[in-house]
Antibody
Framework: EVQLVESGGGLVQPGGSLRLSCTAS????????MHWVRQAAGKGLVWVSLISPDGSTTRHADSVKGRFTISRDNAKNTLYLQMNSLRIEDTALYYC???????????WGQGSLVTVSS | QSALTQPRSVSGSPGQSVTISCTGTSNDVGGYNFVSWYQRHPGKAPKLMIY???KRPSGVPDRFSGSKSGNTASLTISGLQAEDEADYFC???????????FGPGTTVTVL
């Protein structure tokens, strides 16, 4: 059974850092593009970052560029999102997603809540 | 505010058909055949229902169908069943820099 389990969320002050993890199981993690998306309370989903199967290609939304870094450890079947210089507007539920290869997402994690507040 | 526009809710009786629209621009929905639809029940992870505008993943009933015309994509549920009551949101590829954009979701109510 395919599973994506996020962890690492929590409460952090503006300007602080957090690292989210997404542990994958039930499939060959190293074969898939992976993404992070987020959803603030009462708002729609917003794409955040993507990474290629071997980690050589990454992309980030303009809103997080220079502050967030997506990475992966295929030996540990784990996807990461390093979030620095956090802002109040980064407060959201963060999901990791598996890309089908057709710009759609066939598996989603349950989400990890990040709250940025003083 | 979401990049794509969907109606807030639609409803229908069991056995009827409902259609949910998803309107974007020529930079996303209209520019690529990479529209996908997701079903989300409360407290559960979203489930992929349609990809590449009109393709169904294995295991998705054929009462779910997708289409696109111009900048608007649509999801139709035919023969509505009680278990179809859920939120449905759309997603479109929007180019290599923005990547993906999402709709806000539509609540489907089975009367």
């Amino acid at each position: 059974e395919v599973q994506l389990v996020e962890s690492g969320g929590g409460l952090v002050q503006p300007g602080g850092s957090l690292r989210l993890s997404c542990t994958a199981s039930g499939f060959t993690f190293s074969n898939y593009w992976m993404h992070w998306v987020r959803q603030a309370a009462g708002k729609g989903l917003v794409w955040v970052s993507l990474i290629s199967p071997d980690g050589s290609t990454t992309r980030h939304a303009d809103s997080v560029k220079g502050r967030f870094t997506i990475s992966r450890d295929n030996a540990k079947n784990t996807l990461y999102l390093q979030m620095n210089s956090l802002r109040i507007e980064d407060t959201a539920l963060y999901y990791c997603l598996r890309d089908t290869g057709d710009w759609s997402f066939d598996y989603w994690g349950q989400g990890s809540l990040v709250t940025v507040s003083s | 505010q979401s990049a794509l526009t969907q109606p807030r809710s639609v409803s229908g009786s069991p056995g009827q058909s409902v259609t949910i629209s998803c309107t974007g621009t020529s930079n996303d929905v209209g520019g690529y055949n990479f529209v996908s639809w997701y079903q989300r029940h409360p407290g559960k992870a979203p489930k992929l229902m349609i990809y590449d505008v009109s393709k169904r993943p294995s295991g998705v009933p054929d009462r779910f169908s997708g289409s696109k015309s111009g900048n608007t994509a649509s999801l139709t549920i035919s023969g509505l069943q009680a278990e179809d009551e859920a939120d449905y949101f759309c997603c479109s590829y929007a180019g290599s820099f923005i990547n993906s954009v999402f709709g806000p979701g539509t609540t489907v109510t089975v009367l």
